[in-house]
């Protein structure tokens, strides 16, 4: 199995290296606003996208990954919201196992009807512990997981979580407080998780400014993820960059 992207995760945690990640949706993006969005995220050095989402209607999905693939080498990992989410021309997949939530459909049920086909798609395969946090919306996941995500305040919970799905043998922890969170995860939180876990820490929804995504860095966050503030603003990919990647360098010193 390929363990390339996994590995340079585990790389970049060890030296201490922040990863920016931009998420993005399918269904959000044309052609051009693609194109423009790749040659803006090779200027600003973003390292990985994410491709996917909750709710995917259309069948752009394997388009969107070829046209990423042919302008640019950023790695490209799908974030698939269910098992058709597949597309063969994608560096790596999330395989999410929603944690979080009690629903076993989203545990372990979808994946074994999935685990035939991914198999067969060569990516390269990365077991993440998928946490949905409470970001003061209702969520697309949530609704559709018919899970209730973890409260905002109760960090315990949520490093426990993380230390279950570490301990059944997820390679990558991620958070995420939704698509259009109002409130994003707390720095107490990701410190929490971050300081009883040795798997990269991924953290989403909610990160509207480069600050935040900072403090969350020093909070003990490996890879930030951003998809909504890009959509309405694409200049905030330079800020939150620069914000990300700063962050490496001052833990450094």
Do not use: W
């Amino acid at each position: 199995m390929k363990m390339n992207i996994y590995n340079s995760l585990l790389e970049k945690k060890r030296n201490a290296q922040k990863s920016f990640v931009v998420l993005i949706d399918p269904d959000g993006v044309t052609a051009s606003s693609l194109e423009k969005l790749i040659q803006l995220s090779l200027k600003t050095k973003v390292d990985y996208f994410f491709v996917g989402g909750s709710l995917v209607i259309s069948n752009h999905l394997d388009e969107v990954v070829q046209q990423i693939k042919a302008s640019c080498d950023i790695p490209v990992i799908l974030f698939p919201g269910s098992p058709s989410q597949v597309s063969k021309y994608a560096d790596a997949l999330l395989y999410l196992s929603l944690i979080s939530g009690r629903n076993p459909e989203l545990l372990i049920g979808q994946h074994v009807v999935s685990a035939p086909f991914v198999k067969k798609s060569g990516l390269e395969i990365m077991p993440t512990g998928y946490i949905v946090v409470d970001g003061g919306a209702p969520t697309t996941v949530s609704y559709i997981s018919n899970a209730s995500p973890i409260p905002a305040d109760k960090n315990e919970i949520a490093m426990c979580t993380a230390l279950a799905g570490e301990m059944l043998g997820m390679k990558l922890i991620y958070m995420d407080a939704g698509s259009g969170a109002k409130t994003p995860i707390t720095e107490s939180m990701i410190q929490s998780v971050a300081q009883n876990v040795e798997a990269p820490l991924i953290i989403g929804g909610g990160i509207t400014d480069p600050e935040k995504a900072y403090l969350n860095c020093k909070a003990g966050a490996d890879v930030i993820v951003i998809g909504n503030a890009i959509e309405k603003d694409p200049s905030l990919i330079l800020e939150m960059s620069q914000a990300i990647h700063t962050s490496s360098a001052k833990v450094n010193i």
